[in-house]
């Protein structure tokens, strides 16, 4: 596609579930990055990919979280037994290498 | 201190009008800097970028960069109603081309 896709758009977990959230990238973007944004906050820089390799997950607020990008491609964030301060919008971005990075729909999270 | 502050708003401007947004940075190594439009509800869309003190101009938008400062600004000329959004500054860390850390964002509303 032409931009940054994310699924799904939203989310509803119950306290205590795990939940998955994908990115697809611009095609040919080496560089994938995750965002947590809180209402009425900027987003929150999560973790850092360039192909497969995550050169950066200094973000990651808990070992509940958790990414991977195994093939240099589509990307999955996983969040472990959510708590209701995990509920945000996600955000991927990619990018080229060092070059601007352009924004997907983001996936709203809602923990109940 | 936050990393990156920007005045939440709300910031009103009659139609026609010129908004100014500003924002400081703490991080003396900051290579480059980006103006994210974020519509309600919406992604953050790249509306500028700049790396080098002075100003850059792209239609209606002007960024001004001051690295002795740590300021960054956007001047939006002929505002418009459907400039009405929020609006974050956003900084690469040094040591990182790539990771950006954002401000909280202005909320602009133009008038008509």
């Known amino acids: 596609g032409a931009g940054v896709s994310q699924s799904p758009r939203y989310k509803v977990a119950k306290r205590g579930q795990d939940v998955a959230l994908r990115c697809d990238p611009i095609?040919?973007?080496?560089?994938l990055f995750w965002y947590q944004q809180a209402l009425g906050q900027g987003p929150e820089f999560l973790t850092y990919?360039?192909?497969?390799?995550?050169?950066?997950k200094s973000g990651l607020p808990s070992d509940r979280f958790f990414a991977e990008r195994p093939e240099g491609s589509v990307s999955t964030l996983k969040i472990q037994r959510t708590q209701q301060e995990d509920s945000a919008v996600y955000l991927c971005?990619?990018?080229?290498?060092?070059?601007?990075?352009?924004f997907g729909q983001g996936t709203r999270l809602t923990v109940v | 201190q936050k990393e990156v502050e920007q005045n939440s708003g709300p910031l009103s401007v009659p139609e026609g009008a010129i908004a100014s947004l500003n924002c400081t940075y703490s991080?003396?190594?900051?290579?480059?800097f980006f103006w994210y439009r974020q519509y309600s509800g919406k992604s953050p869309e790249l509306i500028m970028s700049?790396?080098?003190?002075g100003d850059k101009e792209d239609g209606r938008f002007t960024a001004q960069l001051n690295k002795a400062s740590q300021y960054v600004s956007l001047l939006i000329r002929d505002s418009q109603p459907s400039d009405s959004a929020t609006y974050l500054c956003?900084?690469?860390?040094?040591?990182?081309?790539?990771?950006?850390?954002f401000g909280s964002g202005t909320q602009l509303t133009v008038l008509p």
């Open positions: 971005a990619s990018s080229w290498v060092n070059t601007e990075a352009f």
């Open positions: 095609s040919g973007h080496v560089s």
């Open positions: 990919f360039q192909n497969e390799a995550q050169l950066d």
């Open positions: 991080d003396r190594g900051s290579q480059s």
């Open positions: 700049i790396y080098s003190n």
């Open positions: 956003a900084v690469t860390r040094s040591g990182s081309a790539r990771q950006l850390t």
